[in-house]
C-alpha cells in the first residue's frame, strides 16, 4: 500500500468525524466517571459521619452506570477486557442491589 492509499483510506475512515470532538468527548466521560465516585465517596462519608451508617444506593447507581459503560465499550470494541471490566462491576452492581432489597424488608 503506497503513502497517497493509506492517506485516502484513513480520510474515508474518519469522513462526518471531528477528532477533537471526540476526544473532548472521550475527557468529560473521564472526568464524569471520577466525579461521580468523589460524590458518592463525599455522601459516603457524610452519611457515616452524620448516622453511623452507610447508605448503598449512590454505589449500586455508580456502579451501573459503570457496568453499562463497560458493556457498550465491549460491544463497540469487541474486547475481552472490557467484557471482564463490565462483569466485575456487574457482580458489584448485582450484590449491592440484593442487599439493598434486603435492607428494604428488614431483613437486614
Known amino acids: ?10 480520510r474515508s ?5 471531528d477528532i477533537e ?5 472521550k475527557t468529560a ?10 460524590l458518592c465517596l463525599l455522601v459516603s462519608i457524610l452519611n457515616w459521619f ?3 451508617q452507610i447508605k448503598i444506593e449512590c454505589w449500586i447507581v455508580f456502579f451501573g452506570m459503570c457496568c453499562v459503560a463497560f458493556f457498550v465499550k ?13 462483569l466485575g462491576y456487574l457482580l458489584i452492581f448485582a450484590a449491592l442491589l ?5 435492607q428494604l424488608c428488614g431483613v437486614m
Do not use: C
Open 1 to 10: 500500500m503506497t503513502k497517497e492509499e493509506i492517506l485516502e483510506k484513513s
Open 13 to 17: 475512515d474518519n469522513a462526518g468525524k
Open 21 to 25: 470532538d471526540l476526544e473532548v468527548q
Open 29 to 38: 466521560a473521564r472526568v464524569a466517571y471520577f466525579s461521580s465516585f468523589g
Open 50 to 52: 452524620f448516622t453511623k
Open 74 to 86: 465491549f460491544i463497540k470494541l469487541k474486547k475481552l477486557h472490557e467484557l471482564f471490566v463490565a
Open 98 to 102: 440484593v442487599l439493598f432489597i434486603l
